[in-house]
């Protein structure tokens, strides 16, 4: 990754692994899937708008409107196809982990989860609310963390007037229902 990715992303991919392998261990997920999902998950991250939008056109996937409207999203996508062509994944979930990295999904798997949540947590994340008290859920209960970061990642969206991705406001959905009050 060091040779795809700037130093301070680099740095963050590094902590994400490292973050992901301590859930897994947690609640017995695989520490080498977590691991491995760590390491990949911004693999496309560094690369131009351009090439993340032919990546994804060429591939025929669906390309929503906050999609044409912020490319940068197409990094989660984009990289679970370059994990796989590039880097010879062939886990699916590990795959999954990366393709939802960024907006999650309703029914996350325990890996996807862990990804999801080791990607908003990693210690030198330093800017967002609520962050010690996340990583401190994090390991009690996992969809808990999921819909305290998908409420503080969509109040900061509104906020600041961002497009926000439909899947990210289904995904908060769905955790609401799902996670213990
Ligand atoms: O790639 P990273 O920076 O490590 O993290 P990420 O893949 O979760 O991307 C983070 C950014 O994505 C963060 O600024 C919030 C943003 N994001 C998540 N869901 C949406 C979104 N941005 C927009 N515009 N719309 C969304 O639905
Ligand atoms: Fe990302
Ligand atoms: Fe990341």
Known sequence: MSKVQDSK????TLSVAYTASNLAACYGENIEYAL????LHD???CLPEEKLLSICEKQHMR???EEYKKPSLLHAKAGSYLAEKKYNITNRDILNAIHN???GRPGMSLLEKIIFVADY???GRR???RLEQIRRTAFVDLDKAVLMILEDTLKYLQDSGSVIEKTTQETYQYYKGHAEP
Do not use: F, L, N, V
């Open 127 to 129: 800017q967002a609310p």
């Open 43 to 45: 693999c496309a991250k």
């Open 101 to 103: 990295h960024t907006t």
């Open 9 to 12: 992303r680099y740095e963050h």
């Open 63 to 65: 390309i929503s409107g």
């Open 121 to 123: 947590m990693e210690p």
């Open 36 to 39: 491995i999902a760590g390491m």
